[in-house]
């Protein structure tokens, strides 16, 4: 179950349940007390974090998955690019076709911003929706570099190299977001649609995730 939060919208201040309140700079939490009732999601708090608090999180999300991937799979990775852009949040991906190809494109309809990291050296391989193309010319160990560098992952659909992105997010910590038949990995937090995966999100971007 994901948390609600306080917006107090006219003074700028954002509140969890505890009444804490939000340092967007460090993101934060302090104690604090409020007479607002105002209840938003975490997608609206996080929103308003990225889009109106003038300290937006500028760690990119992971989204990981394969390049040989179901019509399924391809929607729910243009589906949740584009939300996470709306959402005001860079993505990171593997740069190439697929899942990487569906979310860059969700993500640039929405105006975001959009990071590939390329396992080849050629950077005219990279799909034609990214806006930074690294081709870091190291293969799949640049897997490791987008675990490393996501704030968390969101993996939708599983193969050898989504498998291996997803289990280095969890070595190194990250909150692991699975969609669409995503690997059955210990820590992996699977969901059944994108506004729960988008939820879970929005915690990391408010320093509320486990």
Known sequence: MTQS???????????????????????????????????????T????????????????VGVIGPRDASPAQLAMAEHIGRSLAAMGLAIICGGREGVMTAVAKGARSAGGTTIGLLPDADASLANSYLDVVIATGIGEA????????????????????????????RQFGKRVIGLEGAAQVGGVMHVADGPAALALVAECVLACAP
């Open 5 to 43: 939060f306080i917006l107090d919208s006219q003074a700028g201040v954002l509140y969890d349940d505890m009444q804490r309140r939000f340092d967007p700079e460090t993101r934060s939490w302090a104690a604090a007390s409020t007479s607002v009732s105002d209840r938003v999601d975490a997608i």
């Open 45 to 60: 708090a996080a929103r308003w974090v990225q889009r109106e608090s003038g300290c937006p999180c500028r760690v990119p």
């Open 142 to 169: 640049r897997n490791a570099l987008i675990a490393r560098a996501s704030l968390c992952l969101v993996a939708i659909g599983d193969s050898y190299g989504t498998l291996s992105e997803v289990a280095l997010g």
